[in-house]
């Protein structure tokens, strides 16, 4: 089994800044893509950015040169730095991972999410 936990979500306001992070634990052989998706109130899931273990990164549209995604291997940890934030914005960021536990099992595990607010 695998957890995500995720942090560094809060209120900021329109031009902001927030870095989140999420810490992959447990039954884990090894990571292979990371990535943030987040869900406003009304509206579907959808992709913010991703990146592969070896560090190639993939964003939506509506976020690219404004957020960074990166991770560091050695803590099984993924981060979205958000600069430049805009009241559209604010979801609830949810982290994601898949790769292979320790029995040899493909896996797809989710975080709780963490809310972000950006106001005008």
């Known amino acids: 089994q695998v957890q995500l936990v995720e942090s560094g979500g809060g209120l900021v306001q329109a031009g902001g800044s927030l870095r989140l992070s999420c810490a992959a634990s447990?039954?884990?052989?090894?990571?292979?893509?990371m990535g943030w998706y987040r869900q406003a109130p009304g509206k579907q899931r959808e992709l913010v950015a991703t990146?592969?273990?070896?560090?190639?990164?993939n964003y939506a549209d509506s976020v690219k040169g404004r957020f960074t995604i990166s991770r560091d291997n050695a803590k099984n940890t993924v981060y979205l730095q958000m600069n430049g934030l805009k009241p559209e914005d604010t979801a609830v960021y949810y982290c994601?991972?898949?790769?292979?536990?320790?029995?040899?099992?493909?896996?797809?595990?989710w975080g709780q999410g963490t809310q972000v607010t950006v106001s005008s």
């Open positions: 994601n991972a898949n790769g292979i536990t320790t029995s040899l099992l493909d896996f797809i595990s």
């Open positions: 447990g039954s884990i052989f090894s990571l292979n893509v």
């Open positions: 990146i592969t273990r070896g560090g190639i990164t």
